[in-house]
C-alpha cells in the first residue's frame, strides 16, 4: 500500500450508489422507476455507445429534469479518443452539459483535461476506457482532477480494494452485463478489422464471432460470458467501491427495469439466493453465461458459447454491427435507400434528413452462391434493422434478384451508417451553444514543433524490440533510438550494454496490476540512475515514472488522437508523444498541422489487437487464430498477459505525405519473427501492404 492510500468510513451495502444505463428516455424511465440512484447516458455524438439511441440536444435537458427529479444523478459519456474535428464539438458538450445541469461527465481523452478547470460545476470521472487496473491508476486520475474512476472490470476484490484505497477519488465498478475479452480500453481488433473503433464508440464486436484455431473450428474461444455480482455486494462494499454500475446501454428498457430492480432488493437486504432465477433471466437476453468475473483471480472457463436460448425480454442484439436499443420515435426522421441495377454498376442513394448520398458499387462476380446475398433479402433486413436508431422508410430496388457479395453489403451497411452519422452530425452539432472566450482560447490552434521535421516517406529513425531482440538486431543495423518492450530492472543493465551509444528508451507496458507496482518502480530507479529515457503506455505509468523523476515520452498506449492531448501531456512533463496507430490519413496530417510537441509516428508493426487477462489454453501459444472475414492473428504471452497481433503487419513506409510531419519514425518490431528482413523489406506498387486505417477512414 502506498503512502497515498487510507481505511475508508465503513457503509451499509445500502449506501452504496446504483448506477444504471439508459440507451433512450425509455430506459431512463425504467431505471428511475426501479430505483436507480444515478443513470449515465449518451448524446448521438461523441460517446462510447454510437448504436445505442442516445439522446439529442433537447432530449438531455428533459432527461436531466427527470433524473433531478427522483433526487437521482445524471451522468453524461464522453467518453473516447477525439479527432481534431471533434474538440470544439467536445467543448460545446461540455457547454450543454453544464447548462442542463448534468452531474458529472466520463471521460477519456486526455485534450478534455485542459477543459476541466473551466467547468468547475462537472465533476469529471475516468471512463473504464482508460484502462484503471491499479492504484498507481488511480492516483494519476486524483492528481489529474478526476473525482471518480471506472476501474477495469479484470480486477480481483484485492486489486480493488487496494485501487479504492487512494486518496481523494471515488472507484466505481461493474457489477452487472456484458464483458469484453479485452482489457478496457486496448482492443483494437474492430479498427483493424474495418475501420471501426471501439475507442470511439463503433465497436463491432469481432470477439464475439466464431474463430478457427491453425484451420480448425474453435468455437467462440475470445466471446466472454455475462458479469453478474449480485451475491458479492458485501464484498464490493468491503473493498471500499462508491458505486455499482451495471452495463447495458445497448439493452431495452425490460431488461434494465430488471436489472436495476434485482440489485435495489439485493442492496436492500434480500437474500441474494432468493434472486437467482431473477439473475438467470437477466443472462438469458444475451444466452451467454453468468460469471463473477476475475473477482476471485479466475482467469479460466470465461468464454464460450452457453447455448442458452435468448430470452422474450430481448429485441435487439447487442453485438450487431448495425444496432437500436429501443422502439423507433416520431421525433427521429426516418431514411431511404434505393439500389439501381445498371450495366456498369449498381447505382446506390441513401437521403436522411435532407442529407443525399449517391455512389455506384461494381457488379462483382459471384464466385460461392451459397455465401451470396441477393438485393431482396438484403432489403428485407434493412427493412427490419434500425441504423443508428434510424428505420428505412423507402426501399426499393429494380433487380430483386441480384446477388450480392457478402463484402459488397458490408460496404453498403457501412456507407449507410455513415451518411446517417453525417445527418446526425449536421442536424445536431449543437452550433447554437456558445463557448466562453476562455475555452475558444484553449482550443485555437498552435504553430506545429520546429522539431517535427521528418515527412512520412523519409527512412525511419527508431525502431521498437523485445528484449531478445536486442543485441542480434543492433548487429545489423543501427537506428537513433531502441524503444524496448518488457524489460525489468535485471534486464535492462543488459540492454544498455547492447545499445552502447544508441538511445535507449525503455517502454513501460500499457497494461499493469497491483503486484507488478513494485518491480516497475525498481525498474524506474535504474532509469533514473543510468539516464535512459522511459515511455509511458497508462496514465499509472506517467504516475510512477513522474515521481521517479525520469525523462518521459508518451508512447502508443497513451495515442494522440488531436493536438489538444499532446498539449495536455506536455504540459505533464511528456517530451515527445505518440500518434494514434488507428488514425487515418486526413486526422494524421490535421494533428501534426497543429501539434505543438514533437510526435512520433509508428509506420511499421504487428499492433497489440487484443490484451486479455483470460488465460487461454495452453496450445494456443504462438498459434494462428481465423475468422471468418480471414482476420489472421497470432496468440502470444507477453508480461504475463495473453496479447493477439495481427500475422501480416501494416506498413505506411512506401507512401510519402510531405504534410505529415513528425520528430520520428518508428518500426515496430514486436511480434516479428525475423527484425531485420521487416526493418530492411520495403513494399511495391505491385504487392502494396495493409495499412491500417492511414488509406480508409476510422470511425
Same mark, same amino acid.
Given at each position: 500500500m502506498t503512502d497515498e492510500t487510507t481505511d475508508r468510513p465503513p457503509t451499509s451495502v445500502a449506501g452504496l450508489e446504483l448506477l444504471a444505463p439508459a440507451g433512450d428516455a425509455e430506459s431512463l424511465r425504467a431505471a428511475l422507476e426501479a430505483g436507480a440512484d444515478s443513470v449515465y447516458f449518451g448524446l448521438t455524438v461523441l460517446n462510447a455507445r454510437r448504436r445505442a439511441h442516445n439522446f439529442t440536444e433537447d432530449e438531455l435537458n428533459q432527461a436531466v429534469q427527470d433524473v433531478h427529479a427522483q433526487n437521482a444523478r445524471a451522468y453524461l459519456t464522453l467518453n473516447i479518443d477525439l479527432t481534431e474535428r471533434d474538440l470544439e464539438l467536445a467543448a460545446r458538450v461540455l457547454e450543454l452539459a453544464?447548462?442542463?445541469?448534468?452531474?458529472?461527465?466520463?471521460?477519456?481523452?486526455?485534450?478534455?483535461?485542459?477543459?476541466?478547470?473551466?467547468?468547475?460545476?462537472?465533476?469529471?470521472?475516468?471512463?473504464?476506457?482508460?484502462?484503471?487496473?491499479?492504484?498507481?491508476?488511480?492516483?494519476?486520475?486524483?492528481?489529474?482532477?478526476?473525482?471518480?474512476?471506472?476501474?477495469?472490470?479484470?480486477?480481483?476484490?484485492?486489486?480493488?480494494?487496494?485501487?479504492?484505497?487512494?486518496?481523494?477519488?471515488?472507484?466505481?465498478?461493474?457489477?452487472?452485463?456484458?464483458?469484453?475479452?479485452?482489457?478496457?480500453?486496448?482492443?483494437?481488433?474492430?479498427?483493424?478489422?474495418?475501420?471501426?473503433?471501439?475507442?470511439?464508440g463503433a465497436c463491432t464486436s469481432p470477439c464475439r464471432v466464431p474463430w478457427a484455431i491453425e484451420g480448425e473450428p474453435a468455437g467462440t474461444p475470445l466471446s466472454m460470458h455475462d458479469l453478474a455480482t449480485?451475491?458479492?455486494?458485501?464484498?464490493?462494499?468491503?473493498?471500499?467501491?462508491?458505486?455499482?454500475?451495471?452495463?447495458?446501454?445497448?439493452?431495452?428498457?425490460?431488461?434494465v427495469r430488471e436489472a436495476v430492480d434485482i440489485y435495489r432488493r439485493a442492496m436492500s437486504g434480500e437474500d441474494a439466493t432468493a434472486l437467482h432465477d431473477q439473475i438467470e433471466r437477466l443472462g438469458d437476453?444475451?444466452?451467454?453465461?453468468?460469471?463473477?468475473?476475475?473477482?476471485?483471480?479466475?482467469?479460466?472457463?470465461?468464454?464460450?458459447?452457453?447455448?442458452?436460448?435468448?430470452?422474450?425480454?430481448?429485441?435487439?442484439?447487442?453485438?450487431?454491427?448495425?444496432?437500436?436499443?429501443?422502439?423507433?420515435?416520431?421525433?427521429?426522421?426516418?431514411?431511404?435507400?434505393?439500389?439501381?441495377?445498371?450495366?456498369?454498376?449498381?447505382?446506390?442513394?441513401?437521403?436522411?434528413?435532407?442529407?443525399?448520398?449517391?455512389?455506384?458499387?461494381?457488379?462483382?462476380?459471384?464466385?460461392?452462391?451459397?455465401?451470396?446475398?441477393?438485393?431482396?433479402?438484403?432489403?428485407?433486413?434493412?427493412?427490419?434493422?434500425?441504423?443508428?436508431?434510424?428505420?428505412?422508410?423507402?426501399?426499393?430496388?429494380?433487380?430483386?434478384?441480384?446477388?450480392?457479395?457478402?463484402?459488397?453489403v458490408n460496404g453498403l451497411v457501412d456507407r449507410i451508417t455513415k451518411t446517417i452519422r453525417r445527418s446526425q452530425k449536421k442536424r445536431g452539432q449543437l452550433s447554437n451553444i456558445g463557448l466562453p472566450e476562455s475555452v475558444q482560447e484553449i482550443l485555437e490552434n498552435r504553430p506545429p514543433c520546429p522539431s517535427n521535421r521528418m515527412c512520412l516517406g523519409d527512412p525511419p529513425d527508431r525502431v521498437r524490440l523485445e528484449p531478445e531482440m536486442v543485441e542480434s538486431f543492433l548487429s545489423s543495423v543501427r537506428p537513433d533510438g531502441v524503444i524496448v518492450e518488457g524489460l525489468t530492472a535485471e534486464?535492462?543493465?543488459?540492454?544498455?550494454?547492447?545499445?552502447?551509444?544508441?538511445?535507449?528508451? %525503455? =517502454?513501460?507496458? !500499457? /497494461?499493469?496490476?497491483?503486484?507488478?507496482?513494485? #518491480?516497475?518502480?525498481? *525498474?524506474?530507479?535504474?532509469?533514473?540512475?543510468?539516464?535512459?529515457?522511459?515511455?509511458?503506455?497508462?496514465?499509472?505509468?506517467?504516475?510512477?515514472?513522474?515521481?521517479?523523476?525520469?525523462?518521459?515520452?508518451?508512447?502508443?498506449?497513451?495515442?494522440?488522437?488531436?493536438?489538444?492531448?499532446?498539449?495536455?501531456?506536455?504540459?505533464?512533463?511528456?517530451?515527445?508523444?505518440?500518434?494514434?496507430?488507428?488514425?487515418?490519413?486526413?486526422?494524421?496530417?490535421?494533428? %501534426? =498541422?497543429?501539434? !505543438? /510537441?514533437?510526435?512520433?509516428?509508428?509506420?511499421? #508493426?504487428?499492433?497489440? *489487437?487484443?490484451?486479455?487477462?483470460?488465460e487461454l489454453p495452453e496450445d494456443y501459444l504462438r498459434k494462428t487464430l481465423t475468422d471468418r472475414r480471414d482476420t489472421r492473428v497470432t496468440a502470444r504471452r507477453e508480461q504475463g498477459l495473453w496479447v493477439l497481433r495481427p500475422v501480416d503487419p501494416f506498413d505506411l513506409r512506401a507512401d510519402r505525405n510531405d504534410r505529415l510531419r513528425v520528430s520520428h519514425l518508428v518500426v515496430d518490431l514486436v511480434g516479428s519473427d525475423d527484425p531485420v528482413r521487416d526493418w530492411q523489406h520495403r513494399p511495391s506498387a505491385r504487392k502494396p501492404a495493409f495499412q491500417f486505417n492511414y488509406d480508409r477512414s476510422l470511425y
Open positions: 453544464r447548462r442542463a445541469e448534468v452531474d458529472a461527465v466520463l471521460v477519456r481523452d486526455p485534450a478534455l483535461l485542459a477543459l476541466r478547470p473551466e467547468y468547475t460545476e462537472l465533476e469529471f470521472h475516468f471512463s473504464t476506457q482508460t484502462c484503471m487496473t491499479n492504484s498507481a491508476d488511480v492516483s494519476a486520475a486524483a492528481k489529474l482532477g478526476a473525482t471518480r474512476v471506472v476501474l477495469a472490470r479484470e480486477l480481483t476484490l484485492a486489486e480493488i480494494q487496494a485501487a479504492s484505497a487512494v486518496r481523494g477519488v471515488q472507484t466505481e465498478v461493474f457489477a452487472q452485463g456484458a464483458l469484453c475479452f479485452c482489457i478496457s480500453g486496448r482492443c483494437l481488433m474492430s479498427s483493424w478489422v474495418g475501420g471501426r473503433s471501439g475507442n470511439r449480485v451475491d458479492r455486494l458485501e464484498e464490493l462494499r468491503q473493498a471500499g467501491v462508491t458505486a455499482l454500475k451495471i452495463e447495458g446501454r445497448m439493452k431495452n428498457a425490460t431488461w437476453y444475451t444466452g451467454r453465461k453468468l460469471t463473477s468475473g476475475y473477482l476471485d483471480g479466475q482467469r479460466e472457463n470465461l468464454t464460450g458459447e452457453s447455448g442458452r436460448r435468448r430470452g422474450p425480454a430481448e429485441t435487439t442484439d447487442e453485438d450487431s454491427e448495425v444496432r437500436s436499443s429501443a422502439k423507433d420515435r416520431t421525433d427521429r426522421s426516418a431514411y431511404s435507400f434505393e439500389m439501381t441495377v445498371e450495366p456498369r454498376g449498381i447505382r446506390c442513394r441513401c437521403e436522411c434528413d435532407g442529407l443525399v448520398d449517391e455512389w455506384t458499387i461494381p457488379k462483382t462476380v459471384v464466385r460461392r452462391r451459397h455465401k451470396a446475398v441477393s438485393i431482396e433479402a438484403f432489403i428485407a433486413w434493412l427493412s427490419k434493422q434500425p441504423v443508428l436508431g434510424r428505420s428505412a422508410e423507402e426501399i426499393s430496388t429494380n433487380d430483386p434478384e441480384f446477388l450480392l457479395v457478402p463484402r459488397a534486464i535492462l543493465k543488459q540492454v544498455r550494454s547492447h545499445c552502447g551509444r544508441t538511445p535507449l528508451i %525503455a =517502454a513501460l507496458p !500499457p /497494461v499493469f496490476f497491483e503486484d507488478d507496482i513494485p #518491480g516497475l518502480r525498481e *525498474l524506474l530507479r535504474v532509469c533514473k540512475r543510468a539516464d535512459v529515457t522511459v515511455e509511458v503506455n497508462s496514465w499509472g505509468g506517467w504516475h510512477l515514472a513522474r515521481r521517479a523523476n525520469v525523462r518521459m515520452e508518451s508512447g502508443p498506449g497513451l495515442p494522440v488522437l488531436n493536438s489538444l492531448a499532446s498539449r495536455v501531456l506536455a504540459k505533464r512533463g511528456v517530451r515527445t508523444v505518440t500518434l494514434s496507430v488507428e488514425a487515418d490519413r486526413r486526422q494524421l496530417q490535421r494533428m %501534426a =498541422a497543429n501539434c !505543438p /510537441v514533437p510526435c512520433s509516428l509508428v509506420v511499421f #508493426g504487428r499492433p497489440p *489487437l487484443m490484451t486479455t487477462r483470460v
